[in-house]
């Protein structure tokens, strides 16, 4: 059965290797689950993409917790924030919160943001490419060696609280 934790103030559910789920937390009055399993099936033709995404890490990365995040992202932690997933219209975005550490020999990372990446999925062949499976796979070996850390939440409260340590007044646009 899974561990109900909590990460970064959001209350998350462990991936249990047999697949059985408990309680987790609501998301628009229902169960995350629930909320996750809706948004698996409205991604219409690329249902599947996104189902197979899920299924990946929660059998390739033992003990990641799976959760939505604020901006209503499925997203899985190990450690800290690991990956998320996000259903467009022509592809499912598979991201990477430290993507810019990942070796990518098959050059299928994208993005040129400081440290996320992301790789476009189109079909289950896509999902099924040893290379994806790999970029997950030292995704989650970094996370387990050192926790992530600095967040956009920690970020922007870590700014405020330089400022009031140099003596001003933090003050939020208005």
């Not at 789920?21 to 219409?44: L, N």
């Not at 190990?78 to 993507?99: A, D, Q, S, W």
Request: one cysteine or more; charged letters at 30%; a positive charge.
């Amino acid at each position: 059965m899974g561990i109900l934790n909590h990460v970064a103030g959001f209350a998350v559910m462990r991936c249990s290797p047999d697949g059985e789920v408990g309680e987790m937390p609501t998301v628009e009055g229902r169960e995350a689950r629930v909320w996750i399993d809706e948004y698996v099936k409205k991604a219409g033709k690329l249902s599947g993409v996104a189902k197979m995404v899920r299924a990946l890490v929660k059998k390739a990365v033992a003990g990641c917790e799976e959760y939505v995040n604020p901006w209503k992202i499925p997203t899985f932690d190990l450690n800290g924030p690991l990956c998320f997933y996000m259903v467009t219209k022509e592809h499912v975005i598979f991201g990477f919160m430290r993507g810019a550490m990942l070796r990518d020999p098959g050059k299928l990372l994208e993005g040129t943001g400081k440290y996320l990446r992301h790789v476009k999925l189109r079909s289950a062949a896509d999902v099924r490419r040893s290379e994806v499976r790999a970029l997950l796979e030292q995704a989650a070996e970094l996370n387990r060696k050192e926790p992530v850390t600095g967040t956009k939440v920690q970020m922007k409260q870590s700014r405020a609280a330089r400022t009031r340590k140099r003596g001003r007044r933090a003050t939020t646009p208005g």
